[in-house]
């Protein structure tokens, strides 16, 4: 029998009194602080155990029925279950489960679907965009050739800070990319797939969304669904769809998903790692109940009074709104002395777990930046509503406008505490 936590954990103890120590540390972090990073959420004890489980030991390299080496059975069979979960929560016909995070997922597309020095389009890092999506430091961004799109520059339209779709067709009726992505790391409106697709097939070019962020909110109907618009999908399963840390990959199109196979074993990965799949599937078996589609609801409704709460207090935010799951504070207009770094650092003082993060046309380095990134998925796992949010959001306000002051981020901290008191983690 696999071990209980428990006896897991006094294992590692008895073992490793050294790392056991870190981790008992984190689980008191992550208990007495409020996590308002967009990219993570709380993963549950089910999805936790399954990673820690017996299933890190196999090599399984291939494929369920394809393996190179023998013992294969149950691997088969969860992964299996993996990916026929991962097809029913999306709504597809294949999935890949095996990338290990979410650069390798679109590592993966890249070889799969593109040659060294092809041209494809997307979004800067620096406007929202990921550092897989053409930054210069990247494969992406070395071996490709990116072309980027922008956003709504014109703070006197409705639309500012939304991508400008009119300039994305533009860019690729220019470049003729081969493939266009949508998908954003910093980007707080719902996506238009629709006019995505009718720009990909005006250019030529494939259509890849990268849900890394928002799949959460796809699975439980908070978000329009990429399918059947897009041509491939990658995503992370660690952010708003609140499993273990890793990628996957979707499509339609069979010939894709042969290639995509392809890209993942023996292309870019060795062997899969078996216990993170389990995981996935327990995680995907998540998502399918009713409770994730209120999840799902609640994160994005949480996310509205968040940013309404803010902009009451006086600061401003990336497209005045949000749709998903962020919200993007612009520190330029209200406070222009105070940097994302410092914003961020006196929030960590105050126990408010949160990124430091460029905002568009940023006159700042990403080292300091000019915004400050939050997401209420974390939270709402905790069982926060928009009242409690309301509450956090006062708090943040506070701590900005505190310039540092040592009594006053002591005073929000002391708030922040009695938060972390009333909504406890999942166990
Ligand atoms: C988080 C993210 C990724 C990368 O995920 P990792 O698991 O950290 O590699 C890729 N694309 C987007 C849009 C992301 O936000």
């Not at 629709?194 to 030529?204: K, L, S």
């Not at 978000?223 to 499509?251: A, E, N």
């Not at 330029?332 to 770094?341: D, I, L, Q």
């Amino acid at each position: 029998m696999t071990p209980t936590a428990e006896a897991q954990h006094n294992a590692l103890a008895h073992a490793d009194p050294e790392v056991a120590r870190l981790i008992q540390k984190e689980a008191f972090r992550q208990e007495d602080t409020l996590e308002m990073i967009a990219s993570e959420n709380h993963a549950s004890p089910a999805v936790m155990a399954a990673a820690g489980s017996i299933m890190t030991n196999k090599y399984a390299e291939g494929y369920p029925g394809k393996r190179y080496y023998s013992g294969c059975d149950f691997y088969d069979e969860v992964e299996t279950l993996a990916i026929e979960r991962a097809k029913q929560l999306f709504g597809c016909s294949y999935a890949n489960v095996q990338p290990h995070s979410g650069a390798n997922a679109n590592t993966a597309v890249f070889f799969a679907l593109l040659e060294p020095g092809d041209t494809f389009c997307s979004i800067e890092l620096s406007e929202g965009g990921h550092l897989t999506h053409g930054s210069k430091v990247s494969m992406s961004g070395k071996w490709f050739n990116p072309v980027h799109y922008p956003l709504v520059y014109d703070t006197s339209r409705d639309d500012a800070g939304y991508i400008d779709y009119d300039a994305v067709e533009r860019v690729c009726m220019e470049h003729k990319p081969k493939l266009l992505i949508c998908g954003y790391s910093a980007y707080p409106r719902v996506i238009d797939f629709e006019r995505f697709r009718a720009i990909a097939d005006q250019c030529g070019a494939l259509l890849m969304c990268d849900m890394a962020h928002i799949a959460g909110l796809v699975a439980g109907g908070a978000h329009p669904s990429p399918f059947p618009h897009c041509d491939v999908v990658t995503t992370t399963t660690h952010k708003t769809l609140r499993g273990p840390r890793g990628g996957l990959i979707l499509t339609n199109v069979e010939d894709l998903a042969k290639k995509i196979d392809k890209a993942v074993f023996p292309g870019t990965q060795g062997g899969p790692l078996m216990h993170i799949i389990a995981a996935k599937a327990v995680n995907f078996g998540e998502n399918l109940k009713p409770s994730f589609k209120q999840y799902a609801a609640q994160v994005v409704s949480n996310a509205k009074a968040l940013a309404e709460t803010l902009v009451a207090g006086g600061l401003s935010i990336a497209t005045g709104g949000t749709e998903n799951h962020l919200v993007l504070i612009d520190l330029r207009p209200s406070h222009a002395e105070v940097t994302g770094k410092m914003a961020a650092q006196w929030l960590d003082d105050a126990g408010i777990i949160t990124n430091k993060n460029t905002v568009s046309r940023d006159e700042r380095s990403p080292f300091q930046t000019s915004g400050v990134r939050l997401g209420t998925p974390a939270l709402t796992t905790r069982g926060l509503q928009e009242d409690d949010i309301r509450d956090v959001a006062k708090i943040i306000v506070d701590v900005i406008n505190s310039a540092g002051d040592e009594q006053k981020i002591q005073h929000a901290r002391a708030q922040v505490l009695e938060l972390c008191k009333r909504f406890p983690m999942p166990h």
